[in-house]
């Protein structure tokens, strides 16, 4: 029988995000859920596939970064298999990852951040976006763009493809890295160094211009999570899962990816599709916490490049450890690109990095895996269970914005809290919350707004839920 | 000495041997006829209607791989109505199952994608059936995917004539018709399988496959049947 799926226009294709806040009996805010895309509906059509066809199939979430689920997807898969990827594999796997991070946070940063904060938040919106910065700073948007074909080129180069390769495989990669294309990647490097270097000198210089910005921003304190070394220094690809409390102080860490679910629940909201990570010791919602390059400079001692740690300190100094305002998510951006390019050169350089040796082959020898990585939004995890002929039975994804749904339902039930009177939403409402959910760079934001804002629809529900009040834009 | 015929392709006169279809006539003669059924080695079903051509004084379409060649005859192999012909039977089998390249072990490596391209067919006109059909994953190194079968039975014959297993088959009619491992057992369970791969060399899509390969991976060694084929002077 035919079924069909309805997909109401919350979606992002359609570019809205829906926000919907609910009043309690009193007439009072009692919580409002910004709606997110879904990705449930990949878990549920992926049953009964091959576990290996996971990596692509799920690439296809996010047209932004295809690379974090092909990466994630890939552990899963090397989990199920039980193998050990060849060293080769796994540099060669981290070295497209930094490629994906340096393009990722270039689009973020120059196309979407950089309008509202070079020409004002306040400046007309029918200019503020990528080309109104061509106009205005014309060698700044060069920069970005070029910057964010670096990424783009350098994923090429090794992948095959720009934008859903399909070189990632399950035990490895499927081919080596060519010498010149080594040499080519590494004779770029220097320009793409210097760009972050130069963007990150001019964005310490305006920095200053936003403290009100900076300080009304949502900066609740909550939990940081993120990857981890041994040593405690950022890894993108691979490491212990690890969690801080506002404060700064160690909560937990695990090294085994299968063990997330000891440590992350997943609480199903009313009225909202996503479902709300929470951190498990503290129960739900207390346990909120937040994923992404803020959390990650929270959580990790070092980043582990000369460059980019020495910017960290100084990040520390001006935003305080650990950093707690969302503003400093474009600052946290710049200083991982320059850790992604350091990064990269490092990996290049390895002696390993045209080995030959790139992919280990296996079947099924564990029906259940599970891949944690960093994607440039936060934390990405993939869990599959399969049946021994190596069908997948079971999978769950939880994304960098997944994670972030409390944290960024909470943001937005402050803003609401101030600015619904009665059965009224008051006007500043949706550009205050506009801010709140652009600084998380979700998903929906990235792929929606790339060019001015992002479409939002407020909806005021009453107890009974009938729709008191609605404002868009 | 075989008797040799003679009959005009595309308004070129062809001498061949009599006994040949019109689809062997037209290789002969260097034309190319698309077929997915079609292969050589393996004796013609005339199951995908993709290797129509038009006869002289015949008002309907005929199949060319299983229409022997006559004498006198006088064949169109391209035309404007051919093409409208195979275009739509591609587009109805992409409609029919679900065939996701972009995800597909055979992407850049499938016949049926590599045909539709030559005709062209940039959007399918036909509502896709949307039906769910199952993966068979039961095989130590092998994967059915009902989703991307279109039914050929190269498989079929493969197994039955060159291998002897005759492993595969076909079970229902028309559009509900499903290829079946033995009398509807998994693959894994079979017990007449010997495990030689040779239906997943010949398979046209992605739907029988290695196990393991990623998407993309799977480069299929058909022409390697029919040579052993030749080498063993079975049908050509
Ligand atoms: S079998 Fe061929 S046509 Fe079907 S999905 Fe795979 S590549 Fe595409
Ligand atoms: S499995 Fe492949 S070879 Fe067999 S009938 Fe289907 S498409 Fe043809």
Redesign the interface.
């Given at each position: 029988m035919?079924?069909n799926i309805i997909i109401p226009h919350v979606s992002r294709i359609e570019g809205h995000a829906k926000i919907a806040i609910h009043l309690n009996d009193a007439g009072e805010v009692d919580s409002a859920q910004l709606h997110v895309t879904q990705v449930r509906g990949f878990e549920k059509f992926t049953e009964?596939?091959?576990y290996?066809?996971m990596?692509?199939?799920t690439a296809?979430i996010c047209g932004i970064c295809p690379v974090s689920h092909l990466l994630a997807s890939s552990k899963a898969c090397d989990a199920i298999m039980a193998v050990r990827i060849p060293p080769a594999a796994k540099l060669l796997r981290e070295l497209l990852h930094c490629a994906q991070f340096v393009q990722s946070h270039a689009l973020s940063f120059f196309h979407l951040s950089a309008p509202d904060l070079l020409l004002g938040m306040d400046s007309d919106p029918a200019e503020r976006n990528i080309l109104g910065v061509l106009e205005q700073h014309p060698e700044l948007a060069r920069d970005g763009i070029a910057l964010r074909k670096f990424g783009q080129l350098a994923i090429e180069r090794l992948a095959g493809e720009r934008v859903?390769p399909?070189w990632v495989?399950?035990g490895g990669v499927?081919a080596p890295l060519r010498s010149d294309l080594r040499d080519a990647i590494l004779g770029e490097l220097p320009i793409a160094r210097s760009i972050v270097r130069r963007t990150l000198q001019m964005f310490k210089g305006v920095l200053d211009g936003f403290k009100a910005e900076i300080d009304s921003f949502d900066n609740e304190p909550t939990a940081y999570a993120g990857l981890v070394t041994r040593e405690n220094s950022m890894h993108w690809y691979d490491g212990a899962v690890a969690f801080i409390d506002e404060n700064g102080a160690p909560l937990a860490r695990f090294e085994d990816p299968g063990e997330y679910s000891n440590y992350i629940g997943e609480a199903a909201v009313p009225f909202s599709y996503l479902k709300a990570p929470y951190f498990i010791p503290r129960g739900y919602p207390a346990g909120i916490y937040r994923v992404g390059p803020l959390a990650r400079l929270n959580v990790a001692e070092t980043c582990g490049t000369p460059l980019a740690d020495a910017e960290l300190a100084e990040y520390r100094q001006r935003a305080g450890h650990p950093a707690q305002s969302a503003f400093y998510f474009h600052y946290a951006r710049l200083i991982e690109a320059l850790r992604g390019v350091e990064r990269m050169e490092m990996l290049l350089q390895h002696p390993d990095i045209l080995s030959t040796h790139i992919r280990a082959?296996a079947?099924v020898n564990c029906l259940e895996g599970t891949g944690i990585i960093e994607a440039p939004r936060g934390l990405l995890i993939h869990h599959y269970q399969v049946?021994e002929?190596?069908?997948i039975v079971k999978a769950n994804l939880i994304v960098a914005t997944g994670h972030n749904n409390l944290a960024m339902n909470h943001a937005v039930e402050q803003v609401a809290k101030r600015f619904v009177k009665g059965a009224k939403i008051e006007e500043g409402m949706l550009n205050r919350v506009s801010a709140v959910v652009r600084a998380f760079d979700p998903c929906l934001s990235c792929s929606t707004h790339a060019l001015g804002q992002p479409a939002l629809q407020i909806d005021l529900l009453s107890p009974q839920g009938e729709l008191l009040d609605r404002v868009a834009n | 000495m075989p008797n040799m015929i003679s009959l005009r392709i595309d308004g070129e006169l062809v001498r061949v041997e009599e006994g040949h279809t019109i689809f062997q006539a037209a290789e002969a003669a260097g034309k190319q006829i698309p077929g997915l059924c079609q292969m050589k080695g393996l004796s013609p079903v005339g199951a995908c209607r993709l290797c129509v051509v038009e006869l002289a004084g015949v008002n309907r379409l005929l199949p060319s791989c299983t229409t022997p060649a006559q004498e006198g005859m006088s064949v169109t192999t391209q035309s404007a109505r051919i093409k409208s012909y195979r275009r739509m039977i591609v587009e109805l089998l992409l409609a029919e199952r679900n065939h996701i390249c972009a995800v597909c072990v055979s992407n850049n490596h499938c016949e049926l994608q590599a045909l539709a391209m030559k005709l062209g067919v940039t959007h399918v006109r036909y509502t896709y059936a949307y039906r769910s059909f199952p993966v068979d994953t039961s095989h130590p190194r092998f994967v059915l995917d009902h989703n991307r079968c279109i039914v050929c039975t190269r498989c079929v014959r493969v197994c039955a004539e060159m291998e002897g297993a005759h492993v595969w088959d076909v079970m229902g009619r028309g559009v509900g018709s499903r290829l079946v491992c033995e009398l509807n057992r998994s693959w894994g369970q079979a017990s007449s399988c010997t495990g030689c791969g040779k239906c997943v060399q010949v398979c046209p899509t992605g739907a029988l496959a290695e196990k393991g390969c990623a998407v993309e991976e799977m480069i299929k060694r058909g022409q390697s049947i029919s040579r052993l084929a030749e080498t063993r002077g079975g049908v050509l």
């Open positions: 035919a079924q009964g596939r091959p290996y066809e990596p692509s199939i296809r859903h399909a495989v399950p499927h082959r079947q049946n002929a190596g069908a | -």
